[in-house]
């Protein structure tokens, strides 16, 4: 499929790339629109200490989704570049761990956050 006549980009990728963007749009929305609910004083105690438990797996889970997601392109990149490039593979496994630290690093942190309250 040719788009804009300078790239081409199969089609079941183009599609998994606007579901995506549709999923983390309606997420989006969803937390924007559900933080006046989370402002109000008062009277639901309980109820309100469910949806912020409740909302910081969910946050907790796109942490871990993003992390995977992360880590799975550096592989698949480093992969390929040592099939390219096999003479300079430990340059590209020692950058891939690297890379790959620091995504944990921030996801143990972001983890964190979600987690306390």
Same mark, same amino acid.
């Given at each position: 499929?040719?788009?804009?006549?300078?790239?081409?980009?199969?089609?079941?990728?183009?599609?998994?790339?606007?579901?995506?963007?549709?999923?983390?749009?309606?997420?989006?929305?969803?937390?924007?629109? &559900?933080?006046?609910?989370?402002?109000?004083? *008062?009277?639901? =105690?309980?109820? $309100?200490? @469910?949806?912020?438990?409740?909302? %910081? #797996?969910?946050?907790?889970?796109?942490?871990?989704?993003g &992390?995977?997601?992360?880590?799975?392109?550096? *592989?698949?990149? =480093?992969?390929? $570049?040592? @099939?390219?490039?096999?003479?300079? %593979? #430990?340059?590209?496994?020692?950058?891939?761990i690297?890379? &790959?630290?620091?995504?944990?690093?921030?996801?143990?942190?972001?983890?964190?956050?979600?987690?306390?309250?």
């Amino acid at each position: 499929m040719e788009i804009s006549g300078k790239l081409s980009v199969p089609v079941r990728g183009a599609r998994l790339v606007n579901q995506f963007r549709n999923v983390v749009m309606v997420l989006v929305a969803f937390l924007c629109l &559900a933080t006046p609910a989370f402002a109000q004083d *008062g009277g639901a =105690a309980a109820g $309100s200490a @469910a949806v912020a438990l409740s909302l %910081s #797996g969910l946050g907790a889970g796109l942490v871990i989704l993003g &992390a995977g997601y992360g880590i799975g392109k550096i *592989g698949a990149s =480093a992969v390929e $570049s040592i @099939a390219r490039q096999p003479e300079v %593979s #430990g340059n590209i496994q020692t950058a891939m761990i690297i890379a &790959a630290a620091l995504i944990e690093g921030a996801t143990f942190f972001a983890l964190i956050v979600c987690i306390m309250k």
